[in-house]
């Protein structure tokens, strides 16, 4: 059965490899990667999509993280109100919530996002906050529990900090490993996604595979390689930064 | 016109008055007063769930007491936030910054308060030399032991002078060898300072050893406030005498309340302090500390007979416990080198001294 279930997963990722090597027929060859790093339209839609990735990454912690830590410490009754909030992104499809954009920002609208490049960024932006919200939220709630910031708010409450202070010098630092766990998360999905992206019409990396896909035979399966070298690189990252991480090292004593 | 509060030209730190704290329904401390003398040592002591840790955060300002007032050094700081009331506090968890060295864990409240670096320095090294951790300034709190963080800890509450230290069972979760040190260590601390202290503790032992007060509180209520040696040599409750120290409560009877007489077993005592309201005839207890008897036959004493039905060796001491009647009786007795002490099964003389027997009603 494990056998099977390996298989399952790695056989078309070898196969798919495989492919990737295949451009020449005389032999395996590096050359649908070369054509991939050399079309300029890959280096662009991968550095937009990454800008908009780290942006995403600001505002999602910027939001998630004061009102994690508002709710953990002083209103705990919202906690159930919360935790179902930030899972109906995984429930409702992101279609929706685009169209709703469309409907709501469209150039007729008080709010004609979708009229300026500019504008739908920041709508792009939102929707990708939107859409890793689970993971933003799972991963600081994880990490603000792991330190007791309840005592430590107290603690350095008590020694005359304001709530501004407390989050920036205390708790910020001490949960940038989960941070980082949920940054990654959020750019793995966000470097992937298609649907919000291509009705919004913005040059990212997820049309720009499903275009090549459409046009080539070779480069997308060499896509498809380096989009899952990119995936494992940002999870290698959170385990080696859990790893190495204060925290851990004290619970481990 | 009075300006300043009688209490406080008495000496006054820490006024509780009148203090209740409902969660709910549920009413948590109950009528609350507590007066706290400039430099005294103080603890709260009493069973986990009695409103302790509830008590010392109203006077820290994480809660809000439902109603009552809180003096600090004779003002009313119940609508003050905690970072406004220049307290230092200790917790069961240590609760150092994780990210933060040592140096930077004790100059944070100085740091907040924006001192110059340089004074900041020197007040750190001062502080870390009081609790003897001078050279370790650079290190992380997961560099350290649990003993090394909790003093790191308390000079970090220390440091901004606060008006007073609190400690919430800032000794739970170190070794026992540990915490015997660290014990002292506070205690010396503290007097060093001259600084105003109420500790919390569920530990009596811990509580009897290191505090010039002791206020032992059952049920969200303060059930005696006083020396240790008042504590454990008259308490006025039946819970502070059964929980501070060991004791041996026997079934007795009374035979004549004016001159208290009491028949306990095959003996009588007389002389006894008798609890008002109790009848001739009527039921009472006598509790006795297990070091107030002694094996063998005094003049002047009471002597009961028993079976020996257990043997503890504790180095110094010894501790006994026998079946007197339908009793259990505990003695303890001190180990010297000429004593042999009984032996499970023996059947023993035992004498009491009537005046170290404290008499209550029957439950
Ligand atoms: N925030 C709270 N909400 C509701 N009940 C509480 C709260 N804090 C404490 N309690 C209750 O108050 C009682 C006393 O708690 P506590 O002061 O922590 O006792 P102690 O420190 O003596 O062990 C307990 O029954 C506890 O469950
Ligand atoms: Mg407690």
Known sequence: MPVAGRSFFLLPLIA?????????????????????????????????????????IVVGTVLVLPTVYLVRLRLPWLRPVVEFIVLLPLIVPPIILVFGYLRMFSSSSPFPLTGTARGSDILLICGYVTLTLP???????????????????????????????????????????????????????????????????????????????????????ALAILSFIITWIAMGLIQLMAHFSPNVQRENR | MNLIDPAVRAGVTLHLSQITKRFGRHEVVSDLDLEVRKGE?????????????????????FEHPTTGRILIDGRDVSRLRPDQRNLGMVFQSYALFPNMSVAA????GLKIAAMADRNIQRRVAEMLELVGLTG????????LSGGQQQRVALARALATKP???????????????????????????????????????????????????????????????GTPLEIYNRPTTRFVASFVGTLSILKARLLDPARGVVEVATATFKNLE???????????????????????????????????????????????????????????????????PPLRGEDVDISIDPKSVFVMRAE
């Open chain 1, 16 to 56: 798919t490899a495989e492919f990737s090597l295949s451009l020449r027929r005389e032999g395996y060859s590096f050359d649908a990667y070369r054509y991939v790093f050399s079309d300029p339209d890959f280096v662009s839609s991968f550095g937009y999509s990454a800008l908009i990735a780290a942006c995403t």
């Open chain 1, 135 to 221: 993971y933003m939220y799972r991963a600081i709630d994880t990490g603000l529990q792991a330190i007791d910031a309840r005592t430590l708010t107290e603690a350095a409450t008590i020694l005359g900090a304001r709530p501004a202070t407390i989050l920036i010098r205390v708790i910020l630092p001490n949960i940038l490993v989960s941070i980082m766990a949920g940054a990654f998360l959020t750019f793995a999905v966000v470097i992937g996604e298609f649907v919000i992206a291509s009705l919004l019409t913005r040059p990212a990396f997820g049309p720009y595979i499903q275009r090549v896909g459409v046009a080539k035979a070779y480069e997308p399966a």
């Open chain 2, 41 to 61: 040592f103080i603890s709260v002591l009493g069973p986990s769930g009695c409103g302790k840790t509830t008590a010392l955060r109203m006077i820290a300002g």
């Open chain 2, 105 to 108: 864990n004790v100059g944070f």
């Open chain 2, 136 to 143: 370790l300034e650079r290190r992380f709190p997961y560099e």
């Open chain 2, 163 to 225: 008006a007073m230290l609190l400690l919430d069972e800032p000794l739970s979760a170190l070794d026992a060898k540990i915490r015997l040190s660290l014990r002292e260590q506070i205690r010396d601390v503290q007097t060093e300072l001259g600084i105003t202290t109420l500790f919390v503790t569920h530990d009596q032992e811990e509580a009897l050893s290191m505090s010039d007060r002791v206020a032992v509180m059952n049920s969200g209520r303060v059930e005696q406030f």
């Open chain 2, 274 to 340: 008798i609890p008002r309201g109790v009848a001739r005839g009527g039921h009472l207890s006598l509790a006795v500390r297990p070091e107030a008897i002694r094996f063998g036959v005094y003049k002047g004493d009471v002597i009961l007979r028993g079976k020996v039905i257990g043997v503890g060796f504790y180095g110094s001491v010894i501790r006994v416990r026998l079946i007197v009647g339908n009793e259990t009786i505990t003695i303890d007795t001190f180990n010297t080198p000429l004593s042999s």
